[in-house]
Structure formats: C-alpha cells, structure tokens
C-alpha cells in the first residue's frame, strides 16, 4: 500500500488575535509537514458567525508570515481542495448530514433554545447540574425519534426551526489511537448528542471539521488538547460516513501553562505579569484595547519559534537553540511530551539574546539605524553593536546607552564619591597629554599608552580606569573602554576630556560645601 501524503492543516476560527499556543499548533503542523515532504494548510473555520471578530483573518495570516510558517494552501494562497474558509464550503455540509440521518446515525431536534433551558432547569432542581440531551434524555425531548414520520415531515414542511443532532449509540467503547497519547477510548455513554448542523443552515465545528479534513484529504490531525474530548465524536462520524479507512492520524499536543504551572496560560496572565500572549500587537475593534506582540517587544522571529518549539518538544539532547530548518530536521511527534508544558518568560528572553548575539554587527547595525534619530553612518552603529551586544537581549537596549551618540551630561555618583581623589583632575589632564600623542586612535594603541601613564604617575588600574571612563562615558560601568574610546574617536574624547575634567570638579566642589 503506498504511503498517504502527508497533509496537515492548522484550522483556527478568527474569532480574535491567535494567542501564542495557537502559533505552537500552527508551528507544530508546519514542522511535522515539512519533515515529512508534506503541506501545511491553513483553514479558516468561520462557521460560528456570532463570534467572528473582523481582523482576525487577516491578523492570522500576518501572524503565520511573521514567524516564517506561510501555508501551502489557504484563503489567499488557495491549492486544490479549496475554498479554505469555511463559511465559503457551506454549500457542502448539508448532504453529509443528510446522510447520516438517512442512515440513523442522527436526527432533527426541534426543541427550542427555551425548551432547553427548561430541562437545564428541572435536572438543576433534582440536583443533577449538568443536563445534557443525550441518550436517555432525547427520549422526552422534541425530536425526529419522538415524532411520528408524518409530524417531522410536517414540522420541516413547516420550515420550524431545527438543528440535526448525532444519534449517540448506547454503551460503545469509541477508542482511537493518538500520536502522543496513545490510545483512548471513551465510552459513549458519556458523550451527548451534539448539535452537528445548525438552524442558520452552517454545519457545527464537529461537523465541518471532520467533513472538511476528509475531503481535503488531511492525513495527520495535530491540534491542542483542548480537542481531545471531541475527537471521540469526530472518530464516530468517520465511521458513520463510511471514511473509517482514510481517517487522519490524530494528535493532541500538551497544554502550555501559566510560568508557576498553575492552569492554562491565557491573555490576562500576560497582561498580570507583563510579558506577551500574542505574536503581533492586536486592537481589539470593539474595545479598542490594543495588546501586545513579541514582534513589536523587539523580539527575534527565530527566537520566539525556537522558543515555542520547546514548548511541549524537546530533541533528545541538550541542544537548544535551533533554526526552523534545524527544527524541520529534528522534530518528530515522539519527542512530543503529554504532560502541560510551563511557559517561561525569562527564558524567552534568553533565547533572544541567545539570537541577538548570534547576529552579525552588520545586521545589528542596520535593525539600528530604523531605531535611532541620530545621524551616523553604518560603520559606527556596528561599533555600537559589537560593544554592547554582550550586555543586551533586545535590539533596543543596544541604544540605551546614549554616551555613544552624546556627551555624558551627568556623572555616575558612586564613581564620583569614590573613585574622583582630590589628584584625579591632574592625573587626567595628564592621561589626556598621553591619549593626544596617539596618531592611531585604536583600542590597543589606546591601551598601551594608559598602561605607560599607568606606569610613569604610579597608578594602579582600579584608581584610574573607572574615571577614564567617568568622563568619557559618564557611567561606572560599561563595554571595553579603550574599545568604546576607540569607537568615540580621538577628538571626541578629548572634548569629553576637557568638559568633564571642569564638570566633575564643580560637582565636587558643589557636594563639599
Ligand atoms: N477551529 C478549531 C480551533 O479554533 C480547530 C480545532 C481543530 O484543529 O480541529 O482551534
């Protein structure tokens, strides 16, 4: 038999901003497609037009570029099986619930919305909270298996409104295999009879989703946990439509967790500790509150992938940081854990300096040149780049220290109090006399000629670097100094030289009196 191709689909409802666990799913599908020469399809499941939220298509698609994981196939990028928006199939959903009616394998329910707020009602009073229209319960309700034949002609004849409901078996084990879970079996008597076609003419998500996977011949089903408990539904309706040979494979992938492990992560949790759920900033249209995007937070594309593909995968070994190519070749959906894996802002972080640091000055220095209003050339911000690359996790911190576009205007009070003696004035004047010597203003000629100042006036290292870098900097910390005065250049330190020198002594003065 040959193998199935392998066809994978990320099928989001756009019903807002795709939260980060959604681009797990979508990265996860696209990665296991990948390995396996597959396609990675995007569907749209808009069937649920009450809760469809403008924008949220689009901010999807964007989303999905963003983080480099464009779909083969989907709504702007259509293949053969489409459309790719559901509500755009919707002419194709009713005959498959015909079929299962003609078949008995499900039935018109035409209770209404109050008739069923009743029973809710009566089982809370006979403390039995949670009513379900399910085997036992659809013998009192109004519905095709109570109605005579004639009466349910009628009614539909009547154009009365009516959902479709699966005809729940009694007492059968449903099992299935689950990539990650191995296998799992659910006995019917726990599952209700879903709605699986609606009175708005639109087919349910179980419906749609299983009618549209079938026919765009899905071979792999990987989607998050949370499904879990409908798959047994879905499993049935492959077998009730007779597909039971070409049903996907499923997998159910871990939850990711709040950072102290307690629950799912969810958008509120980012809003409490500060850090973001979403890929991309998103403006709520309605509220207009606007949320916030990695992308925007200056994050790397390639670290938060790498990032998210440890949320729930691990390779094996120690290894940690992986491109999406290396991810491609790595991942498989046996590493894939069971258990909810603990989201961890900190570590985000580290992979994105993890990544800053892996760039070259140059593409730093060009990611910085949109962010500083500063008019200098290329060369110098893969300066700044080099020497602060170390010290930060985002683009932006590599600007925050602004002594590399400007003047120090204040002095670092703790190097003041205790490192600017009373004979420090003269020992700079004298250290700039040996820095205006050098004819090659670069780090090592720099470093030699502190040295020999050192040297000649007796000084140690400790007593004359931090105000070096007092007056040339204004801070008490920093990159290499003889990097950063080389960086400067000879006529800027100088002035810095000259300027502070008189500064730093006037504050002092200032602080005695
Ligand atoms: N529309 C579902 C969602 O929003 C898709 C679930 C599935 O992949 O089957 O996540």
């Not at 939220?53 to 709504?75: F, H, Q, R």
């Not at 003609?102 to 009602?121: H, I, V």
């Not at 980012?270 to 309605?286: C, I, K, N, S």
């Not at 800053?356 to 140059?362: A, E, I, V, Y």
Request: with cysteine; proline share 5%; aromatic share 12%.
């Amino acid at each position: 038999m040959s193998q199935k191709n392998v066809r994978v689909r990320f099928a989001p409802s756009p019903t807002g901003p795709l939260h980060m666990g959604g681009i797990r799913t979508a990265l996860y599908n696209y990665l296991f497609a990948k390995k396996n020469k597959g396609d990675f399809i995007l569907r749209i499941e808009d069937t649920d037009q009450g809760r469809y939220v403008p924008g949220a298509e689009k901010y999807i698609i964007d989303a999905l570029n963003w983080c480099g994981l464009a779909p083969d196939e989907s709504p702007v990028s259509p293949g053969d099986f489409g459309p790719y928006r559901q509500s755009e199939r919707k002419q194709m959903y009713r005959q498959y619930a015909d079929i299962l009616i003609e078949k008995g394998f499900a039935y018109y329910a035409f209770d209404t919305p109050e008739d069923l707020e009743n029973m809710r009602d009566l089982a809370k009073k006979a403390k039995m909270p949670n009513w379900q229209y399910n085997v036992i319960s659809r013998t009192s309700m109004k519905n095709s298996l109570t109605l005579s034949a004639d009466e349910t002609e009628k009614m539909l004849a009547n154009g009365d409104p009516f959902t479709i409901r699966i005809k729940m078996p009694r007492n059968e084990d449903v099992r299935f295999y689950d990539e990650i879970r191995g296998w799992v079996i659910v006995n019917t008597n726990n599952m209700d009879d879903k709605v699986i076609f609606k009175g708005d003419g639109m087919p349910t998500y179980h419906l749609a989703n299983v009618v549209d996977d079938y026919n765009m011949k899905i071979s792999h089903v990987i989607r998050g946990e949370e499904w879990l408990p409908s798959a047994p539904l879905h499993v049935l309706l492959y077998k009730y439509l007779g597909w039971e040979e070409v049903m996907p494979k499923f997998a159910h992938l871990p939850l990711i967790l709040k950072p102290d492990g307690n629950g799912k992560l969810s958008k509120r949790d980012g809003d409490r500790l500060g850090f973001p759920v979403f890929p991309l900033e998103w403006t709520d249209p309605e509220t207009k509150e606007v949320s916030s995007g990695y992308k925007e937070k200056g994050y790397f594309k390639d670290a938060f992938i790498n990032m998210l593909a440890f949320l729930g995968w691990n390779p094996g070994d120690s290894r940690e940081i992986f491109s999406l190519p290396e991810l491609i070749d790595a991942f498989s959906l046996e590493r894939v854990g069971k258990s909810g894996a603990k989201f961890d802002p900190d570590k985000t972080k580290w992979f994105n300096q993890q990544y800053l640091r892996s760039k070259s000055n140059t593409e730093l220095a060009e990611l910085l040149q949109h962010k500083t209003s500063h008019d200098v050339c290329l060369e110098y911000l893969e300066g700044v780049a080099g020497l602060m690359k170390e010290r930060a996790s985002f683009v932006e911190e590599l600007l925050l220290d602004n002594y590399f576009f400007t003047a120090p205007k204040e002095y670092d009070a703790k190097t003041l109090r205790k490192k600017w003696k009373p004979a420090t004035a003269t020992n700079m004047e004298l250290l700039k006399t040996a820095l205006m010597t050098i004819s090659d203003f670069k780090a090592e000629n720099i470093e030699s000629v502190f040295k020999d100042f050192l040297l000649k006036n007796e000084l140690g290292m400790g007593a004359a670097l931090p105000n070096f870098r007092l007056l040339v900097t204004g801070k008490g910390m920093g990159p290499s100094m003889f990097e950063t005065a080389a960086l400067l250049g000879k006529d800027e330190v100088l002035k810095r030289f000259e300027n502070g020198i008189q500064s730093i002594e006037n504050i002092k003065a200032n602080l005695a009196t």
